[in-house]
């Protein structure tokens, strides 16, 4: 039966040898708790790294290893010191992980770490092409595994993988000074489905592939030669029963069973009955604001003096990647800021914060968040942030308030909260002050929509998603109504070329013979190029036209020596057997000294756009503007033009990165009928590129064979993907 193979560097369990015995302790962060729920059903095989170095696991025990970690479903990668060192406390914890937060200051760019990152990728992606058979679905989490998808795509090119991130994607102004941006990217590349948490992440990852890669976007589609890559977001919701029906079971708790941790609380709680909790749970990571929230507590508390020795703040920070020299600064500095402030403002009866250092048991993360009259999470940048999910779940009563820093992901769905700028010290005072008087009425309308909403979208609900997504993009085909020429089908297709008696061919030369280039001048034919289209021209029975949009004059200068017969300028000049153009079509040209002037203003405001001027239309080229930009300059022109034009018969044709303008009754497939017209053809066979070769598919009979170059929507019947492959199936034409 086909499974999901789960993949990331954190399992659902961290292994620790204790004098010879095996511990399994539950993982914390995100990921692995978000996806233990998924994981639990028992379809999937999880592989990742047990937590333990080659060398700390001794031979004897490596088989009991492997038994704990299958109870778990999980298999394990292994991993040595140094591995660990370069690929995990190195290129992803201190180059990935402050990039991708923003924390341009902390990234070191090592070669050497790098290189070890892609030496325990490529362990991975072993690890998953041992397992994987047909069918299955691989899917890959997080920053620690990029080039994982490239590596397994590259051995097993039929196989389905997703890609999710739990980070945050930067703009592209961060993720470009990446040394190694280009094969990160690349490295994603190699699946079907990537998902981030929000749409903004999203938004920044296709920008960087545009500018980047040069990659053609097309909505969240990336054409990456033969393959379509589908970019979506898919919040990631926490396991909703697993934290309310915890919280149910821990209010039904008699006394004596309760923990020593509530009892501590509830002896608060007698003591002050108008006493409040603030409760903040992260691990401790720089990007999750901690120290800021430190002082931002200070600060509320001297704002607010009436609210000394009356409420708490506990703190409960798991401990992580302690040997990043930058987490363990962050240790100093908070163990520091909580002495400094405790013993600035505690009184005999009071201390401000409660602070724990430690990993927690569920019960006890239950107890906390039952407790705690305010959740306040401050992080400066998270992708997600699932603490403050889990707190709202255990509101039974539905009592409680949120304070959510605006930087995490899960803000987008939480606009019940309290939202704060974790830099902005008066406003969280104020929001703080304004959460311990809010009335329990709103706060419980607060907690009824967001319950809901986390209920609905809870992490099975994701999970589905984004399988449902992967499965329709490898299912996906048949949404292009052109069917891919395969090699049956071009068999049956030379077959029936053979047996023609009068043969019809046009052929459009940029993006389907020849590649584009920044400069169109340079887009010349080469040797091989001339070489096809003789053999193609000395065919009996067979015309063979060029059908383009060029100029005459290049063409002319490129082919007329050749006696290819040409169609140019989308219709206007036909040339045969080399003799000189003549006009196919009667158009007007004084429409163009009014709108020269609103191209070149385009090209004054579009660095890197220029005008093309024809004899019979005007083209503005924006293939070297930056993407983004030439795009929005371009839907801009469009609306322009269209109210310039709307009473003259002109037309705006939207190319490859190429709008032209031009006299309405020219187009290359009115021109392509004339010439059908005068035979009488039993073979027709045209193909193209782009919007304006559409009109070709379009109007030539049904019979004709129409091939579009690429998988955008189109009206041809087949599409290839390359131009190498055009002039493969060219090729096999000219062949007996
Ligand atoms: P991140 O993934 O950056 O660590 P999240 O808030 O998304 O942040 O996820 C943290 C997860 O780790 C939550 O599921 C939370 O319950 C768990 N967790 C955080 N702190 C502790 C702790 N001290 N003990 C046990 N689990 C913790
Ligand atoms: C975040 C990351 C996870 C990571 C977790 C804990 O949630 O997105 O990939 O597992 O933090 O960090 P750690 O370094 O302990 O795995």
Redesign the pocket.
Same mark, same amino acid.
Request: net charge negative; hydrophobic share 40%.
């Given at each position: 039966m086909a499974k999901t193979i789960i993949i @990331?560097? =954190?399992l659902p369990v961290q292994l620790q040898i204790d004098n010879g015995t095996i511990n399994a302790i539950p @993982?914390?962060?995100?990921?692995?708790t978000g996806m233990k729920s998924v994981h639990s059903d028992g379809q999937s095989l999880w592989i990742g790294w047990s937590g333990l170095t080659e060398e700390e696991i001794p031979e004897e025990l490596e088989g009991e290893i492997d038994k704990a970690l299958a109870e778990h479903g999980s298999s394990k990668v292994k991993l040595t010191a140094a591995e660990v060192d370069g690929f995990?406390y190195g290129f992803s914890?201190r180059t990935i992980w402050p990039l991708f937060h923003y924390f341009l200051e902390y990234s070191e760019f090592e070669l050497s770490s790098w290189n070890t990152y892609r030496e325990v990728n490529q362990k991975f992606a072993d690890a998953i092409l041992k397992e994987a058979s047909e069918d299955d679905i691989i899917w890959v989490?997080?920053?620690?595994l990029m080039l994982v998808p490239q590596m397994v795509r590259e051995k097993r090119p039929d196989i389905s993988i997703g890609f999710f991130l739990?980070?945050p994607f930067p703009s592209y102004e961060i993720f470009r000074t990446l040394p190694w941006r280009e094969e990160v990217l690349l490295g994603l590349l190699g699946s079907d489905l990537i998902g981030f948490h929000t749409y903004d992440y999203e938004r920044h990852f296709l920008s960087s592939i545009r500018r980047i890669l040069g990659l053609e976007v097309s909505f969240n589609d990336i054409y990456l030669e033969s393959r379509i890559i589908k970019v979506d977001s898919f919040p990631m919701g926490i396991d909703y029963a697993k934290f309310h029906n915890a919280a149910k079971d821990h209010e039904a708790l008699p006394k004596n069973k309760q923990s020593d941790l509530q009892r501590r609380l509830n002896t608060h709680k007698e003591s002050t009955p108008d006493a409040k909790f603030l409760l903040s749970i992260d =691990?401790l990571d720089y990007s999750k604001g901690i120290a800021k929230r430190l002082n931002a507590y200070e600060y509320f508390l001297n704002k607010y003096p009436q609210y000394k020795e009356k409420v708490r703040l506990i703190i409960l920070a798991v401990p @992580?990647?302690s040997n990043v020299p930058q987490y363990q600064l962050l240790k100093r500095e908070i163990d520091e800021l909580v002495g400094r402030i405790n013993g600035e403002l505690a009184t005999v009866s009071w201390t401000p914060i409660w602070y724990f250092y430690r990993s927690l048991p569920f019960d006890n993360l239950i107890d906390l968040y039952t407790s705690c009259d305010i959740a306040w999470l401050t992080p400066i940048r998270d992708?997600m942030n699932l603490v403050a999910k889990e707190y709202i779940a255990t509101r039974t009563d539905k009592t409680g308030v949120l304070i959510l820093s605006e930087m995490a992901g899960s803000a987008n769905e939480m606009n019940e909260s309290l939202l704060i700028n974790p830099n902005n010290f008066e406003q969280i005072a104020d929001t703080i002050h304004r959460a311990i008087q809010m009335p329990e009425k709103e706060q419980k309308e607060r907690n009824s929509v967001l319950q809901k909403r986390l209920e609905r979208y809870n992490v099975e609900k994701w999970a589905n998603d984004f399988m449902r997504s992967l499965t329709e993009q490898r299912d996906k085909d048949p949404t292009y109504v052109a069917q891919r020429l395969s090699v049956d089908l071009t068999n049956t297709l030379i077959s029936e070329y053979r047996e023609a008696e009068h043969r019809l061919l046009f052929l459009d030369y940029d993006g389907t013979l020849a590649g584009f280039h920044n400069d169109p001048q340079k887009a010349s034919p080469d040797a091989e190029l001339y070489k096809l289209l003789d053999d193609m021209n000395a065919l009996p029975n067979t015309d063979v036209f060029l059908i383009s949009g060029r100029d005459k004059e290049t063409f002319g200068k490129w082919f007329l020596k050749k006696k290819y017969n040409m169609i140019v300028e989308h219709g206007v000049w036909l040339s045969e057997g080399g003799n000189d153009f003549t006009m196919l079509e009667n158009v007007k040209k004084d429409w163009m000294e009014k709108i020269l002037p609103v191209l070149e203003s385009f090209v004054d405001r579009t660095p890197g756009s220029f005008v093309e001027e024809k004899n019979y239309s005007l083209a503005w080229h924006y293939r070297n503007t930056d993407p983004d930009f030439g795009q929005k300059r371009a839907s801009e022109l469009n609306t322009v033009l269209r109210s310039l034009i709307a009473n003259d018969d002109l037309s705006v044709l939207n190319g490859n990165k190429v709008m032209e303008i031009k006299s309405s009754n020219v187009n290359k497939g009115r021109a392509a009928m004339r010439i059908f017209t005068r035979h009488d053809y039993d073979f027709v066979f045209a193909i193209g590129d782009d919007w304006t070769d559409e009109f070709m598919f379009q109007e030539l009979p049904e019979t004709a064979v129409t091939v579009k170059v690429g998988r955008q929507k189109t009206q041809a019947k087949f599409y290839l993907d390359s131009i190498k492959n055009v002039r493969d199936l060219l090729s096999r034409f000219t062949k007996k």
């Amino acid at each position: 039966m086909a499974k999901t193979i789960i993949i @990331s560097n =954190r399992l659902p369990v961290q292994l620790q040898i204790d004098n010879g015995t095996i511990n399994a302790i539950p @993982s914390v962060g995100g990921l692995a708790t978000g996806m233990k729920s998924v994981h639990s059903d028992g379809q999937s095989l999880w592989i990742g790294w047990s937590g333990l170095t080659e060398e700390e696991i001794p031979e004897e025990l490596e088989g009991e290893i492997d038994k704990a970690l299958a109870e778990h479903g999980s298999s394990k990668v292994k991993l040595t010191a140094a591995e660990v060192d370069g690929f995990y406390y190195g290129f992803s914890n201190r180059t990935i992980w402050p990039l991708f937060h923003y924390f341009l200051e902390y990234s070191e760019f090592e070669l050497s770490s790098w290189n070890t990152y892609r030496e325990v990728n490529q362990k991975f992606a072993d690890a998953i092409l041992k397992e994987a058979s047909e069918d299955d679905i691989i899917w890959v989490h997080d920053y620690q595994l990029m080039l994982v998808p490239q590596m397994v795509r590259e051995k097993r090119p039929d196989i389905s993988i997703g890609f999710f991130l739990h980070i945050p994607f930067p703009s592209y102004e961060i993720f470009r000074t990446l040394p190694w941006r280009e094969e990160v990217l690349l490295g994603l590349l190699g699946s079907d489905l990537i998902g981030f948490h929000t749409y903004d992440y999203e938004r920044h990852f296709l920008s960087s592939i545009r500018r980047i890669l040069g990659l053609e976007v097309s909505f969240n589609d990336i054409y990456l030669e033969s393959r379509i890559i589908k970019v979506d977001s898919f919040p990631m919701g926490i396991d909703y029963a697993k934290f309310h029906n915890a919280a149910k079971d821990h209010e039904a708790l008699p006394k004596n069973k309760q923990s020593d941790l509530q009892r501590r609380l509830n002896t608060h709680k007698e003591s002050t009955p108008d006493a409040k909790f603030l409760l903040s749970i992260d =691990r401790l990571d720089y990007s999750k604001g901690i120290a800021k929230r430190l002082n931002a507590y200070e600060y509320f508390l001297n704002k607010y003096p009436q609210y000394k020795e009356k409420v708490r703040l506990i703190i409960l920070a798991v401990p @992580s990647r302690s040997n990043v020299p930058q987490y363990q600064l962050l240790k100093r500095e908070i163990d520091e800021l909580v002495g400094r402030i405790n013993g600035e403002l505690a009184t005999v009866s009071w201390t401000p914060i409660w602070y724990f250092y430690r990993s927690l048991p569920f019960d006890n993360l239950i107890d906390l968040y039952t407790s705690c009259d305010i959740a306040w999470l401050t992080p400066i940048r998270d992708g997600m942030n699932l603490v403050a999910k889990e707190y709202i779940a255990t509101r039974t009563d539905k009592t409680g308030v949120l304070i959510l820093s605006e930087m995490a992901g899960s803000a987008n769905e939480m606009n019940e909260s309290l939202l704060i700028n974790p830099n902005n010290f008066e406003q969280i005072a104020d929001t703080i002050h304004r959460a311990i008087q809010m009335p329990e009425k709103e706060q419980k309308e607060r907690n009824s929509v967001l319950q809901k909403r986390l209920e609905r979208y809870n992490v099975e609900k994701w999970a589905n998603d984004f399988m449902r997504s992967l499965t329709e993009q490898r299912d996906k085909d048949p949404t292009y109504v052109a069917q891919r020429l395969s090699v049956d089908l071009t068999n049956t297709l030379i077959s029936e070329y053979r047996e023609a008696e009068h043969r019809l061919l046009f052929l459009d030369y940029d993006g389907t013979l020849a590649g584009f280039h920044n400069d169109p001048q340079k887009a010349s034919p080469d040797a091989e190029l001339y070489k096809l289209l003789d053999d193609m021209n000395a065919l009996p029975n067979t015309d063979v036209f060029l059908i383009s949009g060029r100029d005459k004059e290049t063409f002319g200068k490129w082919f007329l020596k050749k006696k290819y017969n040409m169609i140019v300028e989308h219709g206007v000049w036909l040339s045969e057997g080399g003799n000189d153009f003549t006009m196919l079509e009667n158009v007007k040209k004084d429409w163009m000294e009014k709108i020269l002037p609103v191209l070149e203003s385009f090209v004054d405001r579009t660095p890197g756009s220029f005008v093309e001027e024809k004899n019979y239309s005007l083209a503005w080229h924006y293939r070297n503007t930056d993407p983004d930009f030439g795009q929005k300059r371009a839907s801009e022109l469009n609306t322009v033009l269209r109210s310039l034009i709307a009473n003259d018969d002109l037309s705006v044709l939207n190319g490859n990165k190429v709008m032209e303008i031009k006299s309405s009754n020219v187009n290359k497939g009115r021109a392509a009928m004339r010439i059908f017209t005068r035979h009488d053809y039993d073979f027709v066979f045209a193909i193209g590129d782009d919007w304006t070769d559409e009109f070709m598919f379009q109007e030539l009979p049904e019979t004709a064979v129409t091939v579009k170059v690429g998988r955008q929507k189109t009206q041809a019947k087949f599409y290839l993907d390359s131009i190498k492959n055009v002039r493969d199936l060219l090729s096999r034409f000219t062949k007996k």
